[in-house]
C-alpha cells in the first residue's frame, strides 16, 4: 500500500489491523488515491485532488512535489467545511484539519499525507482496537444519507466528523 491523502476507511481498517504498510518506494501512479480523496457533499461524493508537479518516468511516491497552482487548499477547506460544518463532530476536530489548509506548507506530497496521517492516527486512538474490535459494515449517520442515501468508503474525515471518538469501533 502507499500513502493515501485522507485515506479512505478501507485504507485505515487495513492499516489498523496490521494488513498494509506504507512504502514510499512505489512509483507514483496516475488516478490514485495517493493525492485524491472522496467526501460526502450535498451533491453526492466529491473527490478533492492535490495537484501534483507532473513526474517524470518511475518517480517513487516519496519524491511527489506538490503545485501550488489553482488555490486547492483554500478550495479543499472550503469543501470540508461546506460539507461537514453540520456534522456532530466537526468543531471538535476543525482545529486539528485546519492548519493543513491554512498554515503549513508541505513540497512533498508523501510528508503532507504523512502529516494528516499522523494527526487522524491520534484522533482516532486505535488503543480500544487492542481491547475489543467491533468492526462493522453497518452504515454510520451521514448528514446527507437522507437526500442521496449512504455512501460507503468515504474518507476517513466522513467518519471522523460524524462518529466523532466512536469512529474507532466503527474500523
Not at 485532488?49 to 472550503?78: A, C, D, F, K, Y
Request: include cysteine.
Amino acid at each position: 500500500m502507499t500513502t493515501a491523502y485522507l485515506g479512505s476507511i478501507e485504507h485505515y481498517k487495513r492499516l489498523l489491523r496490521g494488513q498494509e504498510t506504507i512504502d514510499l518506494s512505489v512509483a507514483y501512479r496516475k488516478q490514485t488515491y495517493m493525492n485524491r480523496c472522496c467526501i460526502d457533499s450535498p451533491n453526492g461524493a466529491l473527490a478533492l485532488t492535490i495537484p501534483i508537479v507532473n513526474p517524470h518516468g518511475r518517480t517513487p511516491v516519496g519524491e511527489i512535489l506538490i503545485s501550488e497552482h489553482g488555490n486547492w487548499r483554500h478550495q479543499h477547506w472550503n469543501a470540508l467545511v461546506s460539507s461537514y460544518r453540520q456534522t456532530p463532530y466537526f468543531e471538535y476536530y476543525e482545529e486539528d484539519f485546519y492548519p493543513f489548509y491554512h498554515e503549513r506548507n508541505w513540497e512533498l506530497l508523501a510528508h503532507f499525507n504523512e502529516d494528516l496521517h499522523h494527526t487522524v492516527m491520534r484522533l482516532i486512538d486505535p488503543l480500544p482496537l487492542l481491547k475489543k474490535s467491533v468492526s462493522t459494515e453497518i452504515p454510520y449517520y451521514q448528514v446527507f444519507a437522507s437526500k442521496h442515501g449512504f455512501i460507503p468508503n468515504l474518507s476517513i474525515v466522513d467518519l471522523l466528523f460524524n462518529l466523532g471518538p466512536e469512529s474507532v469501533y466503527y474500523l
